[in-house]
């Protein structure tokens, strides 16, 4: 086996790590900006999906990887970007990631006019590969972001910032379909990305004058055979999932991309066990609130990412509003979280996070459940309830589950662990978007027949099978009978309701298992072997 390493973290009593100086909430600040502009990009890229499908002629599959895409690169390269804050220093990497942040988003609002000067590369593959590249430059940023705030925040102080963080997060989240829905609206889907040019001009120069430097001084090398094998990992399992209902799920090509999954994931678990600095010291997870609280960020990602994927085309498609009244729609849950996160700060601090945790969980439950029973006529208050509840169920989760992973981390691995947290929520992303994916489409396929009743028997097999995709976004064919589209509309809903459901069942076992969390104490002065 080779050599091991053992870390000590420092009391959380004691004086700030050398490089974390200055004010803790200015620098709380300065690395929210960052991050506020990649949760733009989030929110605004669902008010456009619609509206890139037509004007890229996309498929389902293809919006499914803008998504999916940019969620994958985040997982993949999250923790590997963690643990080069923790080599290269937190605020260097940081700004690296603002910069290539902003000039990948002008890219992309510039994908028809780069497609055309690459021969055989389509617009919505340019975009794709841009979103990659894209997430790739946010997983920089992000967990370089939670490692300056634990450094720059004492113990117990955190459950402050991280409440004051999921605020300033609910914010922007409230402002992206407002600026996407108007910009969408008013300009085009292009300019959604071109917002973060300005927004990324701010955060760096605000980065560069506000924080200081800081990086661990008890690592030396990036774990590269750990990054190869998690990278493939992760894309067997994600591209098995969203091309098993193209392949079959009983098919020979599925299987051996299960079995590569399974494989790559075995060598990384044997090969962290053996490397001397390990991507993700697996010794970590010896603390059950950090395994636990990883397992919950993936869960509820997974709920939240999967099952929102949909609105933005139930909205639009079948309830027939525009981008901008879509966005306000959405409204009640991001300005939610405004609200919501503070509280949920405080009530970690009061009640402690397995009270807190199962609470929010329970009433995540009730908001997914609700959304299933959702008519094709909703008005404002009957998605709005939902919305607000969702909000008020997601920020403690996810302030609690932040806190716990980043908080029982020696600072020495702060990175590492920030990286962890970010890689839970966004694999957990790109998990529901393509899992609920294909319910959703497998759901429709079963009712839309049903639907269309005995004109199905009528209907070629391949128009049936353009139906099925036009049912995916909630658009019927223009020039159809009023019965088909509204059959393609009911079918939509079916999908839509059947995805909340299982979303409904995920958050509530996820809340039976945020009972075995332990209270978020930080574990300063442990040792963590680092092989």
């Given at each position: 086996m080779a050599d091991t390493k053992t870390v000590h973290a420092p009391s959380s009593s004691g004086p700030a790590k050398p490089g974390t100086g200055g004010n803790p909430w200015l620098v709380l600040l300065a690395v929210s900006l960052g991050v506020i502009m990649v949760m733009l990009d989030g929110t605004v890229v669902g008010i456009a999906n619609p509206v890139i499908q037509m004007d890229l002629r996309a498929t389902l599959s293809d919006l499914q990887w803008v998504t999916s895409g940019y969620l994958l690169a985040l997982a993949v390269f999250l923790i590997t970007a963690g643990k080069l804050g923790d080599l290269f220093g937190h605020k260097r990497v940081f700004l690296i990631g603002v910069a290539g942040f902003a000039v990948s988003s002008v890219g992309i609002g510039f994908s028809a006019q780069l497609a055309d000067l690459?021969?055989?590369?389509?617009?919505?593959?340019?975009?794709i590969g841009l979103r990659v590249l894209q997430g790739l430059f946010g997983a920089l940023l992000q967990p370089a972001a939670l490692a300056l705030l634990r450094g720059a925040f004492p113990g117990e102080k955190l459950n402050q910032a991280m409440g004051a963080w999921g605020a300033i997060i609910g914010l922007s989240s409230a402002a992206g379909p407002i600026v996407g829905g108007v910009l969408v609206d008013k300009v085009n889907w292009e300019s959604v990305f071109f917002i973060n040019a300005?927004?990324?001009?701010?955060?760096?120069?605000?980065g560069a004058l506000l924080i200081k430097e800081n990086r661990s001084r008890t690592l030396a090398r990036i774990d590269w055979l750990g990054v190869v094998l998690l990278s493939g990992a992760m894309f067997s399992l994600v591209w098995t999932i969203i091309k098993a209902p193209e392949w079959g799920w009983g098919s020979a090509t599925t299987r051996n991309f299960v079995i590569a999954f399974v494989v790559l994931l075995a060598l990384f678990v044997f090969w962290q066990s053996r490397a001397r600095q390990p991507l993700v010291p697996l010794s970590l997870f010896a603390n059950r609130s950090i395994s636990i609280g990883t397992f919950l960020m993936m869960m509820v990602a997974f709920a939240m990412f999967g099952a929102m994927f949909f609105l933005g085309f139930f909205f639009q498609g079948v309830h027939g509003l525009s981008p901008l009244e879509a966005g306000l729609r959405m409204l009640p849950m991001s300005a939610g979280m405004i609200v919501a996160s503070p509280l949920a700060g405080m009530a970690l601090g009061r009640f402690g996070p397995k009270l807190t945790m199962a609470t929010g969980l329970l009433i995540t439950a009730l908001a997914m459940f609700l959304m299933s029973r959702l008519g094709i006529d909703a008005s404002f208050i009957e998605s709005g309830i939902p919305f607000v509840l969702l909000a008020f169920g997601l920020s403690p989760v996810f302030v609690g589950a932040t806190e716990i992973i980043v908080g029982n981390a020696p600072v020495e691995l702060s990175g590492?662990?920030?990286?962890?947290?970010?890689?839970?929520?966004?694999?957990g992303g790109a998990l529901g978007t393509a899992i609920l994916g294909a319910v959703m489409a497998g759901e429709i396929s079963r009712t839309l027949p049903g639907h269309l009743g005995p004109a199905a028997a009528a209907i070629p097999p391949e128009n049936l099978a353009a139906l099925e995709k036009g049912a995916a976004f909630g658009v019927a064919p223009p020039g159809l009978p009023e019965q088909i589209g509204s059959a393609v509309h009911l079918s939509f809903m079916d999908g839509m309701h059947l995805a909340f459901i299982v979303s409904t069942c995920v958050a509530v076992l996820t809340a039976a298992l945020s009972l075995f969390v332990k209270s978020g104490r930080k574990t300063e002065g442990a040792p963590v072997h680092m092989g």
């Open positions: 690459i021969p055989g590369i389509t617009p919505i593959g340019t975009l300005p927004v990324g001009v701010i955060a760096l120069v605000m590492v662990a920030g990286g962890l947290q970010q890689s839970a929520m966004q694999v």
